[in-house]
């Protein structure tokens, strides 16, 4: 049975732009659950990933709470560094890797910031980047030079480093072939379904509503429930 880890209240943020005010994200409430997949689709501009930096605390807005595991991580006293680097794992559209590192060293250096000995960073690493397909050779590519899917898998295999309970993946397929995005959508949907983590996607591709347990339409900044595909475990 699934489990509420995260619970989004009437959450504002708003930008200045040369024209005036942006209101990126409009007084948007939601929950996602362990176990689960929950996507949020949406046109370019529809706020949909300045959301996700909300949730994972690399923007602040102006109103509104964010509780995970019923800890309000807005409050004066939340500790923001240690919320990103033990409770959530990003995944970028663009990858945000390292390139001048190994895919290894890449999935380590989370690790390292948190404190973890060597021994203990190149082992997990290893076992992390073998799971999501990337072994041999390809431990000690540099990830300026292996493809676009790999890139994916390696930031993947990254967010899951220190073990976060909360996966947040920003149009995880958008820079990738059909048959690759497929494959890193299987990933995704197992570390939900298999692995019993918090996956929340922002996407612009309907088609992972297939693997969706629950799922929003954002559009002007306003968050509204869609019908989901209700996972891959349906």
């Given amino acids: 049975m699934s489990q509420e880890i ?48 909300v949730v994972g605390s690399l923007e602040k807005p102006e109103s509104g709470s964010i ?42 250096l989370p690790m390292d910031l948190a404190g973890a000995s060597q021994e203990k960073q190149h082992q997990r690493a290893t076992e992390l980047l073998e799971q999501v397909g990337i072994e041999g050779r390809l431990l000690k590519a540099r990830t300026n030079k292996i493809s676009g ?16 309970d909360i996966i947040l993946a920003d ?9 690759t995005g497929q494959m890193v959508i299987d990933i995704l949907s197992g570390l939900a379904h298999d692995a019993d983590k918090c996956v929340l996607m922002v996407t612009h591709d309907e088609s992972i509503l297939d693997v969706s347990d ?3 339409h954002m559009s002007d900044g306003k968050l509204s429930e869609i019908p989901a595909g209700n996972g891959s475990n349906s």
């Fill in 6 to 53: 995260l619970n989004v209240e009437d959450v504002s943020k708003t930008f200045q732009v040369k024209a005036g005010e942006v209101k990126a994200v409009d007084q948007v409430s939601f929950t996602a659950d362990m176990g689960a997949v929950t996507t949020i689709v949406g046109p370019s501009g529809s706020g949909k990933t300045t959301l996700l930096y």
């Fill in 67 to 108: 509780e995970v595991s019923g800890r309000d991580i807005l409050g004066a006293s939340a500790d923001l560094v240690r919320y990103r680097r033990e409770n959530v794992g990003f995944v970028f559209q663009f990858f945000n890797l390292i390139p001048t590192l190994t895919a290894l060293e890449n999935v380590m």
């Fill in 149 to 164: 899917g790999e890139s994916q898998r390696v930031a993947i295999a990254r967010a899951l480093a220190n073990d976060p």
């Fill in 171 to 179: 149009e995880p397929t958008g820079n990738l072939d059909t048959a």
């Fill in 214 to 216: 629950k799922a929003f």
